[in-house]
Each structure stands twice: as structure tokens, then as C-alpha cells.
């Protein structure tokens, strides 16, 4: 079935330092690639996506790009403020709306 | 604009209590879910719709009973709480199928003690 690993945390960052979130996936298709965010006491909200090999994602200084040769589509940000301080989920959809998650990753950025 | 709508935000149950978690969506969107949200796990599926009237299981429905009355509600029943259960909840709903985004509600805590 579809999975999602995403990279262990939490992490500690100082501001403006350069973020690099690991995301691998397996999926029996093409599935769609997405990046959720969820600051604290909030629900998910949608950071960026991409749907077919190669797209690159990008939102709020953040990218990501589908790579289907590594099955990969990992989140960077070259430069990190406070307030993106939040847990970062990696997810996929694959032919169906359904979405699987990965454990998500706690993201600190000190000031 | 509301989005997705949960109620409660907090609760507390007795183990063998039941109760319905509410979810109600103001954008006419087919699609809805439940997931739940526990530490190192990420989230995973309960039930989802994919419109009034259709309903079907997730990946971890056992414990759970919905229904999709309406294109704007689906509640989520606990029948008989357990511990197991204690997690953080949350409704989304999304417009159709492939590549659409999925809108989350707040969030319910449920404990069961």
C-alpha cells in the first residue's frame, strides 16, 4: 500500500538558517505529492503541492519537487523566521482523494 | 467563510461512553474524513465520504461509526470509548478527488480515562 517516511525530528533551528525536510514515498501509481502544515492549536493547512514528475511546489518561501526517479519530495526553506515554527507533514494521493500521511516533523526555529 | 466546522474542541470521557464528535463544512464540498492524530504516527484515515448517503472505512475504522446525512455533516460516533481512543480527531473536506487540497477543521481532544 502507499506510505509516506518522512525525516525524524523534532528540529531546532536559529533564524534565518536553511531548513531541509526528507520525504520518501511508495505508492503503486502517480500519486499527487503534498506538503500540510500545522502551526500550534491549529488544524492542517496546505503548503504546497505538486502532481506529476518534476513539478516543483512552492509557498511562503518554501519548495519542494517531485522526484520520481528517488521517490522523493522533499521541503526546503532557505531562510526560517520564527513563525515558521510548526509541524510539517509530508502526504500523498494516490488515484483517490484519500491521503496518507507521514509521522510529520516538529520544527523550532529560535529566535 | 466558517470552512470546516468541529465541536467540541475539548472533551473528556469515561471509559464505555459514548459520544459524537460533529463536523460540519460550508463549502459544498462531496468529499469528507475523519482522521485521527496521535504522536509519531501522523494521521490516519477512519472513514471517509465520498458524498450523501456514502460512507466507507479508512484505515483504522474500528471503534467508529459515521454517516453523511447531508452534504455539510459527518459526524463521527464513539460508541463505547476506550482508552485506545484518546488522540486528537480531525474532520477535512475537499472538493472532488485527485490533487484537490483538503481543508482540516480545529480539532477535537478526546480522552478517555
Known amino acids: 500500500g502507499d506510505s509516506v517516511t518522512q525525516m525524524e525530528g523534532p528540529v531546532t533551528l536559529s533564524e534565518e538558517a536553511f531548513l531541509t525536510i526528507n520525504c520518501t514515498y511508495t505508492?503503486?501509481?502517480?500519486?499527487?505529492l503534498f506538503w500540510y502544515v500545522q502551526y500550534p492549536g491549529e488544524g492542517l493547512q496546505l503548503l504546497l503541492k505538486?502532481?506529476?514528475?518534476?513539478d516543483k511546489g512552492s509557498n511562503k518561501g518554501f519548495e519542494a519537487t517531485y522526484r520520481k526517479e528517488t521517490t522523493s519530495f522533499h521541503l526546503e526553506k532557505g531562510s526560517v523566521q520564527v513563525s515558521d515554527s510548526a509541524v510539517y507533514f509530508c502526504?500523498?494521493?494516490?488515484?483517490?482523494?484519500?491521503?496518507?500521511f507521514g509521522a510529520g516533523t516538529t520544527v523550532t526555529v529560535r529566535a | 467563510n466558517a470552512g470546516v466546522t468541529q465541536t467540541p474542541k475539548f472533551q473528556v470521557l469515561k471509559t464505555g461512553q459514548s459520544m459524537t464528535l460533529q463536523c460540519a463544512q460550508d463549502?459544498?464540498?462531496?468529499?469528507m474524513s475523519w482522521y485521527r492524530q496521535d504522536p509519531g504516527m501522523g494521521l490516519r484515515l477512519i472513514h471517509y465520504?465520498?458524498?450523501?448517503?456514502?460512507?466507507d472505512q479508512g484505515e483504522v475504522p474500528n471503534g467508529y461509526n459515521v454517516s453523511r446525512s447531508t452534504t455539510e455533516d459527518f459526524p463521527l460516533r464513539l460508541l463505547s470509548a476506550a482508552p485506545s481512543q484518546t488522540s486528537v480527531y480531525f474532520c477535512?473536506?475537499?472538493?472532488?478527488?485527485?490533487?484537490?487540497?483538503?481543508?482540516f477543521g480545529q480539532g477535537t481532544r478526546l480522552t478517555v480515562v
Open positions: 463549502m459544498n464540498h462531496e468529499y
Open positions: 502526504a500523498l494521493s494516490d488515484n483517490d482523494y484519500k491521503l496518507s
Open positions: 465520504s465520498v458524498g450523501a448517503g456514502i460512507t
Open positions: 505508492a503503486t501509481g502517480y500519486p499527487s
Open positions: 477535512a473536506s475537499s472538493v472532488s478527488g485527485l490533487n484537490t487540497e483538503a481543508f
Open positions: 505538486a502532481t506529476k514528475a518534476d
